[in-house]
DNA sequence: ACGATCTGTAATTGATATGATTACAGTATC
DNA sequence: GATACTGTAATCATATCAATTACAGATCGT
């Protein structure tokens, strides 16, 4: 899995705690431990999806710009690490004269795909919110 | 995904294709286009496993000891990939003075065990057995 | 017994990916 | 116009990945 999905997930959970729902890089980064340009990255796509308003300039930062519980883990899978599963090596060769080696490639990747459509379901099913509500709940206990 | 499961799978499918179940390490490898040294390192761990024999010295290989139809690709997740999901990097730190910070890190893992889970479930459907007749099935078309 | 053939494994090398850092242009606020 | 942000490119250090080389151990055929 791409390290940029952990931290987009835990910036936007950051932002719903967050009374305000703002945070500038550098608070994120502190809170994620990283560096302020890695999370600017990938706030800079969460714009893009409409995940989150940005401001730059003094006093800017980032909001988020949708409430918590209808925001997926799905939506940040597909929108920064879709496809991640499928190794990039592969295995075999169309030009090949054996049906398991000039075709496996084909059919391997279908593998991944559906995968990917299942580990999407998997994701679909919890929210920025719950996120949110599990790290409170590991608090109290 | 580690790579290595698609060298096993590919190996289990092609030792599945030949008429006595045999090939040497470097018939697979040329058939994956890879390395003889590399499919000896996965079919070593497949041995452990109890899903080839191997023989050494001539005339010697690998041998599917198992019908197709039994083998599912979760087998081969479990033996050689299992826990690939999570992201070697992790987020946020247990000792810092915040909930969101400090608990991201275990909510974030069991995120992905639960992954692991609905990915384990996904090539549970699976069988080598299939991957054989999925390959036969692409060169008639 | 001996040479040929194969697995098992460690060590080395080169290529690629990953994450941190530096630098700086653009923009908004006071 | 000084300050405090985002946006992005470039560089560097390190880790990971895959290929290769090397060689010990095992088995077969003769």
Redesign the interface.
């Known amino acids: 899995?791409?390290?940029e999905?952990?931290?987009a997930?835990?910036s936007l959970?950051?932002l719903a705690?967050r009374p305000d729902g703002m945070a500038t890089s550098e608070e994120i980064a502190?809170?994620?431990?990283?560096n302020p340009v890695r999370v600017r990255k990938v706030m800079s796509c969460l714009r893009k999806c409409g995940f989150v308003d940005t401001r730059e300039g003094a006093g800017g930062g980032y909001k988020l710009c949708r409430r918590p519980e209808e925001v997926t883990?799905a939506d940040i899978y597909r929108a920064l690490a879709a496809g991640s599963?499928?190794?990039?090596?592969?295995?075999?060769?169309p030009e090949?004269n054996?049906?398991?080696?000039?075709?496996?490639g084909?059919?391997?990747n279908?593998?991944?795909c559906?995968?990917d459509r299942?580990?999407e379901?998997?994701?679909e099913q919890?929210t920025i919110g719950q996120?949110?509500s599990?790290?409170?709940a590991?608090?109290e206990a």
């Open positions: 899995m791409n390290s999905f952990v931290i997930v835990h959970v950051l705690y502190a809170n994620v431990c990283t883990l599963l499928a190794p990039s090596w592969c295995s075999g060769n090949m054996c049906v398991v080696g000039s075709n496996m084909e059919v391997m279908a593998v991944f559906g995968a299942q580990l379901m998997y994701f919890i996120m949110l599990r790290v409170k590991k608090q």
